[in-house]
């Protein structure tokens, strides 16, 4: 596939799929053996696996965004640094709804194959989110070395 093909996949990803929440997308640009190598904490593997994570994203976030900053594609595969921003509302990982807005930052590579994702290695700042959320403490700043 083209680079811009690529893109235009990706880019359903991210707006339709883990913006707007649609998990009938997945359907459409995910392989039925979707391998994640880091998948989220208790996320399920495969296609259904990934469209259940983000079904539980949209409950805990419901205005939750992801804007993509930059893709860079080679190939088959995509990378996206993208960051996500929304106020949780919802039960997120076993932590109760704060109404706190998180902003945090990721960077994603996905393999695309015959028109479809089939495998995918994110990370992204769960550190600060689950600060950002007070489910872990404000690290205090260092003092410079001497």
Excluded: C
Aim: no cysteine.
């Amino acid at each position: 596939m083209s680079t811009e093909a690529n893109k235009a996949i990706m880019k359903r990803f991210w707006d339709e799929l883990f913006t707007q929440g649609n998990t009938k997308v997945a359907d459409e640009i995910v392989g039925p053996n979707y391998l994640n190598h880091d998948p989220a904490p208790g996320e399920q593997p495969g296609r259904a696996g990934l469209a259940a994570f983000v079904a539980q994203m949209h409950s805990a976030f419901p205005d939750g965004r992801f804007d993509v900053e930059q893709f860079v594609v080679e190939g088959d595969k995509v990378v996206t640094r993208w960051r996500a921003t929304g106020t949780q509302r919802g039960e997120f990982m076993g932590i109760p709804a704060t109404g706190k807005t998180v902003n945090i930052t990721g960077i994603a590579i996905h393999r695309i194959a015959d028109g479809l994702i089939v495998e995918s290695w994110s990370h992204w700042d769960t550190m600060g989110l689950l600060q950002q959320l007070s489910a872990l403490p404000q690290l205090a700043p260092q003092p410079a070395a001497q």
